[in-house]
C-alpha cells in the first residue's frame, strides 16, 4: 500500500504537467490560426481591391494637390460649372445617377475627398475648412471657370458654407440636398440621430475582410449595372473606411468653424430636402454608411 500510494502522489503531477502543456499547445495552435485567418482576410481584401482597381479604373483625371492625387470627373459641357459634394464617407460614385441628367444641362464634375474614392488621403484633418481649401486647389488645378455652382448632400452641407466663408468669390450659387447644418448634432434628439456606431469594430472588419466576405461592401442598385465595376473598386478598402471615420471624428470641429458662416448677401441658394413622412429608398450600403445612416448623415 506504502508502494502504490508513493507511485500515484509520484505519478500525478506528471500528469497534470501533461495537461498543461497539451492545453498550452491547443491555445497556441488556436492563436496560430487566428493569425492565420486574419492574414488571410486581410490579404484576400487587399487582392480584391487591387483585381478591381485595375479592371475598372475610374473615369476622370486625377490632379495633384498638396503633393498628392485628387480625382475629379467632368462630363457634359456649357456654363457655369456644377460641382457635386458628396454626403459623409461617399465618394463621387453616389452621384452615378444625378451626374448624366445634369451634364445634359452644362458642365457637371463631381470629385473624392481626401481619402475617398480614389483620391489619396491629404491631411488627417477632415474638417470643413481644410477641405474646402482642398477643394479649392482641386479645381485650381483643373481649371474650373468660375464662377460655379456647388452642390452638396448631407455633411457637404456644412463643407459648402465653408467654402462659401471662404473664397465667396468663385461661387454663382450653392445648392443643398438634405443639408446637415453646423447646430444639427446639438438639436436632434437622440432617438432621431440614433447610436454613435462603433468605428474601431468597423475599421478592423474591413482591414481583415470580414466586411466583404459577410456582404456588407455596396450593393449595386438598378441602373448602375454599367458602373458596377468602378463601385465595387471602391468599396470595402480601408483607407476610405478610415477617411469616412474622420470626417465623422471631426464633425463638431466642422459645425464650430461654421456656425457663424453666412448670410451670403446675393448669392442664390436652393434647398432640396426630403419632406417628413418620406422613408429613405433602399440602396448601396456599407459597414460605413450604415453607421451613417444610423447617426443622421447620409
Not at 486625377?62 to 457635386?84: E, F, K, W
Not at 444625378?98 to 452644362?106: A, D, I
Not at 413622412?277 to 447617426?295: I, V
Request: hydrophobic content about 35%; some cysteine.
Amino acid at each position: 500500500m506504502a508502494l502504490d500510494s508513493r507511485q500515484n502522489s509520484i505519478g500525478q503531477p506528471s500528469r497534470e504537467h501533461r495537461w498543461r502543456r497539451l492545453l498550452a499547445r491547443i491555445g497556441i495552435g488556436l492563436l496560430l490560426l487566428l493569425v492565420l485567418t486574419c492574414i488571410t482576410g486581410a490579404t484576400w481584401n487587399a487582392l480584391m481591391i487591387r483585381h478591381y482597381r485595375l479592371a475598372y479604373p475610374a473615369p476622370g483625371k486625377t490632379y495633384r494637390v498638396d503633393g498628392h492625387a485628387m480625382h475629379m470627373y467632368c462630363t457634359g459641357t456649357g456654363s457655369p460649372t456644377l460641382v457635386l459634394d458628396a454626403g459623409l464617407g461617399d465618394d463621387c460614385t453616389v452621384w452615378a445617377k444625378v451626374q448624366p441628367e445634369l451634364s445634359k444641362t452644362t458642365q457637371v464634375c463631381s470629385y473624392d475627398r481626401s481619402g475617398l474614392g480614389r483620391s489619396d488621403t491629404l491631411s488627417n484633418d477632415h474638417d470643413a475648412n481644410t477641405l474646402a481649401d482642398q477643394l479649392h486647389a482641386l479645381l485650381e488645378q483643373a481649371g474650373i471657370a468660375k464662377p460655379f455652382v456647388l452642390m452638396g448632400h448631407s455633411i457637404a452641407g456644412v463643407y459648402l458654407r465653408a467654402y462659401a466663408t471662404r473664397y465667396p468669390h468663385d461661387l454663382a450659387g450653392l445648392v443643398f440636398v438634405d443639408g446637415s447644418t453646423p447646430d444639427q448634432m446639438k438639436r436632434l434628439p437622440k432617438e432621431v440621430m440614433g447610436s454613435v456606431p462603433n468605428f474601431a469594430l468597423m475599421k478592423w472588419m474591413t482591414v481583415l475582410g470580414v466586411a466583404r466576405a459577410t456582404g456588407q461592401c455596396p450593393d449595386i442598385e438598378p441602373g448602375l449595372e454599367s458602373e458596377r465595376g468602378w463601385i465595387l473598386s471602391d468599396a470595402c478598402v480601408p483607407s476610405i473606411v478610415a477617411a469616412g471615420i474622420g470626417e465623422f471624428r471631426d464633425i463638431d470641429r466642422s459645425s464650430d468653424e461654421t456656425r457663424q458662416s453666412g448670410p451670403f448677401g446675393s448669392l442664390p441658394i436652393l434647398i432640396f430636402f426630403r419632406g417628413p413622412g418620406r422613408t429613405r429608398q433602399k440602396g448601396r450600403s456599407s459597414p460605413l454608411s450604415a453607421g451613417r445612416n444610423e447617426s443622421g448623415f447620409r
